[in-house]
């Protein structure tokens, strides 16, 4: 296989790196100030090294049969003229995954999981990510929405998530809840020492206890005792595994499965999505 260009398009800034055999050369970040730049600079990187031969693009966003369909945290991306301009440009292969799909790749195959059949990944970052891996399939659903845990409606939940929806599980349970929880009860220090600071808070119990509510959820649905937790707010200083781990464990449809669960916490390295973006070229 040739060398793939692994880029992970982002919020605020965009990750590109060149990929051979899981062997990155290099991580440049680009602003995604907007798409004539986002464009230009991927024919640059590819005229750079014509041993490229794939791009792969992870996007934190849906897709559908290799198009990218929406992206709810990022404004002002004509998302028509991404898909044209990079298929047209470049005359490559272009894969587009969903950016925790990338992330998924590459913790089935660091944590030697490939050949598990039942597999769910957990990204709290921004967002809430989610990935299954159901009877040996990563799933992608009828229209690529499956696996968009961050976005089921909670009872009683009157936030309003960025998706337009009022009451998704992200407003709850994700970096950008974890930022607003912060805010709103004026909570002292800096946000990434939150967990440091506040763990027997209210707010921040409440916090760990809905995560694993919905961790559990869908453990109980797909019966799967493989589980990988990632993103920036599982990697923030003492952020507590051990009581998630118990949480989620009370809440398991049957006894029989607590044995049997193993929870593997994955760092949050820029290079895990640029690694699984390459990946995820050969798997499918
Ligand atoms: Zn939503």
Same mark, same amino acid.
């Given at each position: ?81 991404? +898909? ?32 598990? /059949? ?24 009828? @229209?690529?929405?499956?696996? /968009?845990?961050? @976005?089921?409606?909670?009872?009683? +939940? ?21 930022? +607003? ?16 600071? @506040?763990?027997? @808070? /209210? ?68 290079? +895990? ?12």
């Amino acid at each position: 296989m040739g060398k793939v260009l692994g880029i992970d398009v982002g919020g605020t800034f965009t990750r590109f790196g060149v990929v051979h055999n899981k062997f990155v050369s290099s991580v440049e970040k680009l602003f995604t100030a907007n798409i004539d730049d986002f464009v230009a600079f991927v024919d640059e990187q590819v005229k750079k090294d014509k041993e490229i031969k794939t791009i792969s693009i992870g996007i934190p966003g849906i897709v559908k049969d290799n198009k990218i369909v929406s992206i709810p945290n990022i404004s002002n991306i004509d998302i028509d003229a991404v +898909n044209t301009k990079l298929h047209e440009l470049t005359r490559l292969d272009v894969v587009i995954n969903r950016d925790v799909n990338l992330l998924f790749y590459n913790d089935l195959d660091r944590l030697n999981l490939k050949h598990e /059949e039942n597999v769910l990944g957990f990204y709290v970052g921004t967002g809430l990510g989610n990935a299954i891996k159901v009877n040996g399939v990563v799933l992608k659903g009828s @229209h690529g929405f499956a696996g /968009e845990l961050g @976005h089921i409606p909670l009872i009683g +939940n009157k936030r309003l998530c960025n998706c337009g929806k009022t009451g998704c599980a992200e407003t709850l349970v994700s970096g950008m809840a974890l930022v +607003n929880l912060h805010k709103e009860n004026n909570l002292s220090g800096e946000i990434k020492n939150i967990f440091v600071n @506040h763990l027997n @808070h /209210e707010v921040i119990k409440d916090f760990i206890h809905n995560l694993a509510l919905i961790i559990s959820m869908e453990i109980n649905i797909f019966d799967t005792t493989k589980i990988v937790i990632g993103g920036g707010v599982a990697n923030m200083p003492e952020f507590p595994k051990e009581k998630l781990r118990n949480l989620i464990k009370k809440e398991l449809r049957s006894k029989s499965l607590i044995p049997e669960l193993e929870i593997y916490f994955v760092d949050d390295l820029p290079i +895990n999505s640029i690694i699984g973006a390459s990946l995820i070229v050969k798997e499918e």
